[in-house]
């Protein structure tokens, strides 16, 4: 038999709900012969389905059936209407190509920050300024309007978040974003000229010198044609350091570098602190050098890149590449400078450590003194001492892998391994000298001590707290700075099952809040649906560190350049059209409730520069400029100037208006653009 | 004109409980230092503002505020959105207010002071008389706000979006109005209570200036 249409959760209230319904079909059968009682007995049946909750918090807890942890979660969670979260989670969207804030505790969803894919609310990518950023991500000249977006780095110093700025990769692209967190606005694409796809990025060196990127699946250097056949020879991996210059709020291509390396494939990477400063490490899967080819007789990939037990930990030394470069010991290739094998080798910039095969996360301990490997296929993390690695290196008994580069030995360089359950993937930290690494396939995070100087009943887990389900990355609170906070853990979970209402075979991820704080057993808070992407990796920062504008600084400010425009038309009443042979251009203004001028004529074919300035000073009072048929959007907001460009190869009667309500007489808002038709 | 002296050894004053307690506790003021803080006091009220009006509305949690400084200031605080706002019912900028007033303004204000001060430094009748118009100044300051606010009120523009909704009235210029969905609050500024301890100084002063003198007169 068919199973019905099942409501969540299903065993219980499908039982009421069905005798209720029931009953209300017996209600109204009974009720039949006068249309006045029926009314009446649907009332009554009505109020008996949804009782209204008690006034007092005593019989609104009888009613829902909540237990004492529900209360306490709650309580732990709500936030009053006007109260402001303590601590926003930056977390990326996978395949959604944006970047999410949320607030915590309460685990509302504060914004979608647009990046890579275009989002008309925040006019990106429809005709106006930040149009270019987009472009600005194009590949190989075609443009690209999505990505997947992996691993959210907030800019550091000292090894603390300073809240400036935000980076994210794009795996699908090879591509790297940066936000400005003074307007939450992406600012700059780049693409890497060297591999198309990548996954080791984004993280950031303790004082934001660069920003890590490394390929996921090689290709040939630059993404040109090989066959697979050359894959040893052809096919390269890339460990990229962009640089960036915050003064500008860039990174700067022309002063970045990479480091070729064998083709094995790049996983997750963290950039050292404290005594490991000027050090940065990538896990490797693939050491096997596997190629696909299912149809050819070769193994699955899942297969073939997992028949050697160890892989390498790479440790790269980028204080030292940074004076390699400076030296000229580098090659241009795709305009990019990039370190061979052979140089990083005889210059010790790249060491070799065996790690439990196919590993994920790698992880810096708050004091940058040991790395934690999370297994993945192995029940255990994997604990490499900084202090032991350096010895290692000073010893210099190395192996080599077959492209010549050392391999350190991995007794020699192992803390301990701590074994914690089946799927570990990724770990974060607390300031108690916790770590808290999520196991993905037993669906939880363990809590486990570290050793010493940390703690002295180190080394070993201490509980593992369920969660739902299949748990990727884990984000604590600055978790994984030089200063973790140590109160809030969310997991986000691909998996929700039966977590929520059923929209359909496509079901949000599950990013639920975990209280972590010391001396009692993790609890489980709040599940928050995310409903518009993927989240992988997500930060958390102190909201405190965030110092974010509520209006521009100045009216006619260009958030690309971050000072005013030349172009920007600063009073009512100084708006003007000028003709210029095929050319016409407009300067115009918003102000509640008008678009100044409020007719533009133009003939079919001429080119349109239209700058417009948001001239109000009123936190919130953003207008949007939509212009129909055109397909532009724009959000002006508060100061803003922009400047759109188009060809009007359309003639017609088109009306332009503000999208964003901005006042009582916001509909009023409004123009027309006229194109005359060519005779 | 006769010299002034309130330490005159000539007089021969009557018994002090046979003359009016006020004439008696005047008589103990010194009219230099009160003339000579009515000077400061006109001085540094072109720092403060004179009036200042707060506009309350649920969408501006925080109000919206204007000042009107006499000093170089002028009109300071949420001018511009203050403004915008208006135009919905047709009133003019702010700006467009008293502009002959508050040009001269700042003038006026140090001329003030200067006849204060002069009537600290001279020990005159007709210096004192002069100081007269400090004593007015801040009525006349309070009148000709309370003329612009009629007028303001009362010259809408009649093709505004919400002319026909607002009819006219005035706003304030102390205590709470009520306009759209703004409440709004009037309040005097530090500067016009400088202006009004002034005013005070210099009024008694001259009362002390006439006292001294008058006496002088009696006896001589």
Not at chain 2, 46 to 64: F, H, K, S, V
Request: charged share 20%; glycine share 8%.
């Amino acid at each position: 038999m068919r199973e019905p249409i099942r409501p969540n959760p299903p065993s219980d209230r499908r039982r009421k709900v069905s005798r209720r319904r029931f009953l209300g079909v017996l209600g109204a059968a009974a009720s039949l012969p006068t249309a006045g009682a029926l009314l009446g007995s649907c009332n009554v049946l009505q109020r008996k389905e949804a009782p209204k909750l008690g006034a007092s918090a005593e019989e609104i807890i009888k009613q829902r059936q909540l237990t004492p942890e529900d209360v306490t979660a709650a309580l732990m969670t709500y936030m009053p209407s006007g109260k402001y979260d303590e601590y926003l989670m930056f977390s990326s969207t996978g395949h959604g190509g944006q970047v999410l804030v949320h607030g915590l505790p309460s685990m509302r969803l504060l914004k979608v920050i647009a990046v890579f894919t275009p989002e008309p609310w925040q006019g990106y990518g429809y005709g106006g300024s930040p149009s270019k950023v987009l472009e600005g991500g194009s590949f190989r000249g075609r443009p690209l309007t999505w990505a997947d977006t992996h691993h959210p780095a907030l800019s550091e110093t000292n090894g603390e978040y300073d809240g400036q700025f935000l980076f994210i990769n794009d795996k699908a692209n090879g591509r790297v974003a940066v936000i400005d967190l003074r307007d939450f606005e992406t600012k700059q694409i780049v693409k890497n000229p060297l591999l198309v796809n990548e996954h080791g990025g984004c993280f950031v060196t303790p004082n934001t010198e660069y920003v890590l990127e490394a390929d996921q699946y090689p290709v040939p250097l630059g993404g040109e044609y090989a066959p697979l056949s050359q894959y040893k020879e052809k096919y390269r991996g890339v460990l990229t350091f962009w640089k960036f210059d915050r003064q500008k709020g860039r990174i700067v291509p022309e002063e970045s570098f990479a480091i070729e390396t064998p083709p094995y494939w790049h996983d997750l990477a963290d950039a050292g602190k404290g005594p490991s400063e000027g050090w940065a490490f990538w896990n490797s899967i693939n050491t096997e050098l596997a190629v696909p080819g299912i149809l050819e007789g070769r193994p699955a990939m899942e297969m073939a890149t997992t028949q050697r037990d160890m892989d390498y930990l790479h440790v790269v030394n980028w204080r030292k590449a940074e004076q390699v470069v400076a030296a000229g010991k580098y090659e241009e290739v795709q305009d990019f400078k990039l370190i061979r094998i052979e140089t990083a080798v005889e210059e010790g910039l790249l060491y070799l450590i065996p790690e439990p095969k196919s590993p994920h996360g790698v992880d810096v301990t708050p004091r940058g003194d040991y790395i934690v490997v999370a297994g993945k296929l192995d029940p255990h993390v994997t604990v490499y001492s900084f202090e032991k690695i350096q010895q290692a290196i000073a010893a210099g008994q190395f192996d080599h892998d077959e492209y010549g580069i050392p391999i350190l030995p991995f007794e020699q360089c192992l803390e301990t391994q701590v074994e914690l359950g089946l799927g570990p993937l990724h770990t974060q930290f607390d300031d108690q000298g916790y770590a808290y690494t999520s196991l993905f396939l037993d669906s939880a995070v363990a809590r486990w001590a570290l050793g010493k100087p940390y703690r002295d009943d180190g080394w070993k887990l201490v509980e593992k707290l369920p969660v739902h389900y299949n748990i990727g990355h884990l984000a604590a609170v600055e978790g994984d700075t030089a200063k973790p906070a140590g109160t809030f853990l969310v997991a986000h979970n691909k998996w929700s099952v039966d977590r929520f209402s059923l929209l359909g075979p496509l079901l949000p991820q599950n990013a639920q809040l975990v209280d972590i704080a010391p001396d009692r057993p993790m609890r489980l808070l709040y599940d928050s649906p995310i409903g518009i992407g993927e989240p992988h990796y997500a930060q958390i920062i102190k909201a405190e560190r965030i110092k974010a504008w509520d209006v521009y600084p100045e009216v006619g400010w260009n958030p690309e350049t971050q000072s005013v425009d030349p172009n920007a038309v600063l009073k009512v009443g100084e708006e003007r059209i000028e003709r210029r042979g095929k050319t016409v251009e407009i300067w115009g203004v918003l102000l509640r409730s008008q678009i100044r001028p409020d007719v533009v004529e133009v003939e079919e074919g001429d080119e349109v520069i239209w700058h417009l300035t948001n001239i109000e000073r009123a936190k919130d009072a953003t207008h949007g400029f939509a212009l129909g048929g055109y397909n532009i959007n724009l959000s002006l907001e508060p100061g803003e100037t922009q400047t759109l460009t188009f060809v009007a190869d359309m003639p017609g009667t088109f009306p332009f208006y503000c999208t964003e309500f901005c006042s009582a007489l916001h509909l009023e808002m409004m123009g027309y653009f006229l194109v005359k038709p060519k005779r | 004109m006769e010299r002034i002296a309130t330490t005159s050894p000539v007089v021969t004053e009557r018994p002090a409980e046979a003359r009016p307690a006020i004439r008696v506790a005047l008589s103990r003021l010194n009219d230099r230092i009160l003339f000579a803080l009515a000077a400061v006091a006109l001085l540094v009220s072109l720092a403060l503002p004179y009036w200042e009006m707060t506009l309350l509305a649920p969408q501006y949690p925080g109000g919206l505020k204007v000042a009107i400084y006499l000093g170089p200031r002028g009109l300071a605080g949420d001018v511009a959105e203050v403004n915008g706002l208006n135009h919905y019912i047709g009133m003019m900028k702010l700006e467009e207010a008293a502009t002959f007033e508050r040009a001269i303004a700042p003038f006026g204000i140090v001329a003030l002071a200067a006849v204060a001060a002069l009537a600290a430094a001279v020990r005159r009748r007709w210096t004192a008389l002069l100081s007269v118009l400090a004593v007015l100044f801040p009525l006349i300051f309070l009148a000709d706000l309370a003329y612009w606010l009629w007028y303001f009120g009362h010259h809408l523009d009649p093709t505004a979006a919400l002319s026909s909704a607002i009819k006219p009235f005035t706003p304030p210029v102390l205590g709470t109005g009520r306009v759209g969905q703004f409440s709004v609050i009037a309040r005097f500024g530090p500067g016009l209570y400088l202006a009004f301890a002034a005013a005070l100084a210099s009024a008694l002063a001259i009362a002390r200036r006439w006292q001294s003198s008058q006496r002088r007169v009696e006896v001589g």
